[in-house]
């Protein structure tokens, strides 16, 4: 009989990688919480509208990527293909649109209906932060400082480039918007069908556009900053200078725009050239009016969210696996005091393992291929006077140890330690 394969565009997360993808969460929840950030978690699917009304329905995720089912109660849901529409329905659903401004980090898979390749999946991991209830340039500075820091902590800062954009406010938008439908109009013919779709709904879509015609028409088309309202350009200025203060540095890059509907002003991507195509590791943006296309007042919001996967291929090293203490009864007899030993030492928080079966040589040899620090040995003899040998497998220095000290003297700098 065959044997069922994974979804395409699915993985496991086995061993090394799942270190690695562990490595990213955890350095990230670390850091955001040295600014203040708390975690939610929001179910995995959600009623469609919370998608279909927030990214925009020129979106390629609401258009192709999502997953969309009608469960048996006839209700239209979707596997949700990013967090910042969720944690929006969330505040509001919550009631916690008074109590702001709220900082949320989240982690968890998302799920888009996309041409799997390296770097890109259908199922797929993000780590995620939003602020909402901000509206000065200082939280759009501290929320990119942080995801540069959650960078830096995982050794990859001076892999990766920020670019940094402003889409200006709606005024400025507005403007810009005529601008490129006018540029892009122009040369309608030479639009990949996609973009031609774009071109009265959404002609700043294009802008995102990865068909390689659009690229060069993009190219030469208007930029935002001849368009910005006074305001706006405040704003970007407020932005620019306050990342000067905080030592982070960007590149401005007017073809940065972000590829759901929700944003104005800041938009960021943080990009690598070391993962082909799929080089933005980590981006976003802020989204004023996002919560209240959830129903809820309108309330300023920026945020971001970074491909976990993405990440953990950039990883310099995957962080070693815990080391454990291997429990070695000598014999059928010793099996009871080998139990209550192992047991000991997992109350005290040290990693043990036993094997299930085998002859001392058998053991050890397992304990070798675990990469255990020490062996405990544990025969009739050592039972009759009390103690244990501890062999420890790196020097195969052995050490008499009384039993019910074992746990302290493996436990560096513990009294009792030999
Ligand atoms: P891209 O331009 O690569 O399609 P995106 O703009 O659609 O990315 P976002 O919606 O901003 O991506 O998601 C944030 C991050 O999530 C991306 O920068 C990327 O690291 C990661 N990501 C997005 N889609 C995928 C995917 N299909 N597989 C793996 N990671 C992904
Ligand atoms: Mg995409």
């Given at each position: 009989?065959?044997s069922?394969?994974?979804?395409?565009?699915?993985?496991?997360?086995?061993?090394?990688?799942?270190?690695r993808?562990?490595?990213?969460?955890e350095?990230?929840?670390?850091?955001?919480?040295?600014?203040?950030?708390?975690?939610?978690?929001?179910?995995?699917?959600?009623?469609?509208?919370?998608?279909?009304?927030?990214l925009?329905?020129?979106?390629?995720?609401v258009?192709k990527?999502?997953?969309?089912?009608?469960?048996?109660?006839?209700?239209?849901l979707?596997?949700?293909?990013e967090?910042?529409?969720?944690?929006?329905?969330?505040?509001?659903?919550?009631?916690?649109?008074?109590?702001?401004?709220?900082?949320?980090?989240?982690?968890?898979?998302?799920?888009?209906?996309?041409?799997?390749?390296?770097?890109?999946?259908?199922?797929?991991?993000q780590?995620?932060?939003?602020l909402?209830?901000?509206?000065?340039?200082?939280?759009d500075a501290?929320?990119?400082?942080m995801?540069?820091d959650?960078?830096?902590a995982?050794?990859?800062e001076?892999e990766?480039?920020?670019e940094?954009?402003?889409?200006?406010?709606?005024a400025?938008?507005?403007?810009?918007?005529t601008?490129?439908?006018?540029?892009?109009?122009?040369?309608?013919?030479?639009?990949?069908a996609?973009?031609q779709?774009?071109?009265?709904?959404?002609?700043?879509?294009?802008?995102?556009?990865?068909?390689?015609?659009?690229?060069?028409?993009?190219?030469?088309?208007?930029?935002?900053?001849?368009?910005?309202?006074?305001?706006?350009?405040?704003?970007w200025?407020?932005?620019?200078?306050t990342?000067?203060?905080m030592?982070?540095?960007?590149r401005?890059?007017?073809?940065?725009?972000?590829?759901?509907?929700?944003?104005g002003?800041?938009?960021?991507e943080?990009?690598?050239t070391?993962?082909?195509?799929?080089?933005t590791?980590?981006?976003?943006?802020?989204?004023?009016?996002?919560?209240a296309?959830?129903?809820g007042p309108?309330?300023?919001?920026?945020g971001?969210?970074g491909g976990?996967?993405?990440?953990?291929?950039?990883?310099?090293?995957?962080?070693a696996e815990?080391?454990?203490?291997?429990?070695?009864?000598?014999?059928?007899?010793?099996?009871?005091a080998?139990?209550?030993v192992?047991?000991?030492?997992r109350?005290?928080?040290?990693?043990a393992?036993?094997s299930?079966?085998?002859?001392?040589?058998r053991?050890?040899?397992?304990?070798?291929r675990?990469k255990?620090?020490?062996?405990?040995?544990?025969g009739?003899?050592?039972?009759a006077?009390?103690?244990?040998?501890?062999?420890d497998?790196?020097s195969?220095?052995?050490?008499?140890?009384?039993?019910?000290n074992?746990?302290?003297?493996l436990?560096?700098?513990?009294?009792?330690?030999?």
């Amino acid at each position: 009989m065959s044997s069922i394969q994974p979804v395409r565009g699915t993985h496991d997360l086995i061993g090394e990688d799942h270190r690695r993808f562990t490595h990213v969460v955890e350095t990230a929840r670390r850091i955001v919480s040295l600014y203040g950030f708390d975690e939610w978690a929001t179910p995995i699917f959600e009623d469609t509208r919370v998608f279909s009304r927030s990214l925009g329905d020129t979106s390629d995720v609401v258009s192709k990527e999502m997953y969309t089912f009608e469960d048996r109660g006839g209700e239209s849901l979707t596997l949700r293909p990013e967090g910042t529409a969720a944690i929006c329905r969330a505040l509001v659903t919550n009631g916690l649109t008074q109590s702001l401004p709220q900082k949320v980090f989240y982690a968890g898979p998302m799920f888009r209906y996309e041409r799997p390749q390296k770097g890109r999946y259908r199922q797929f991991h993000q780590i995620g932060a939003e602020l909402l209830g901000a509206a000065e340039p200082l939280a759009d500075a501290e929320v990119i400082a942080m995801g540069r820091d959650v960078l830096r902590a995982l050794g990859i800062e001076n892999e990766t480039v920020l670019e940094l954009n402003t889409l200006g406010d709606t005024a400025s938008r507005d403007a810009w918007r005529t601008a490129l439908i006018a540029h892009f109009s122009a040369h309608r013919a030479d639009l990949s069908a996609d973009s031609q779709a774009r071109l009265e709904r959404n002609p700043l879509r294009i802008l995102d556009s990865k068909d390689e015609n659009d690229r060069r028409l993009v190219a030469d088309a208007p930029t935002i900053a001849q368009f910005l309202t006074p305001e706006a350009r405040e704003f970007w200025d407020d932005l620019r200078r306050t990342l000067d203060l905080m030592g982070v540095r960007f590149r401005e890059n007017p073809g940065i725009v972000r590829g759901l509907d929700y944003y104005g002003h800041t938009a960021f991507e943080f990009v690598t050239t070391r993962l082909g195509a799929q080089g933005t590791v980590l981006a976003g943006g802020r989204y004023d009016g996002l919560v209240a296309e959830m129903g809820g007042p309108k309330t300023p919001a920026i945020g971001w969210a970074g491909g976990i996967e993405r990440l953990s291929m950039l990883l310099d090293s995957t962080p070693a696996e815990p080391r454990p203490v291997a429990i070695i009864p000598m014999g059928a007899d010793a099996q009871g005091a080998a139990i209550t030993v192992l047991q000991g030492l997992r109350a005290a928080g040290i990693r043990a393992e036993t094997s299930y079966r085998g002859n001392m040589k058998r053991r050890l040899e397992r304990a070798n291929r675990m990469k255990a620090t020490h062996a405990i040995l544990i025969g009739s003899d050592e039972i009759a006077r009390g103690v244990v040998q501890a062999k420890d497998l790196d020097s195969g220095q052995q050490t008499e140890v009384p039993m019910d000290n074992v746990a302290a003297f493996l436990l560096p700098g513990t009294p009792g330690k030999a």
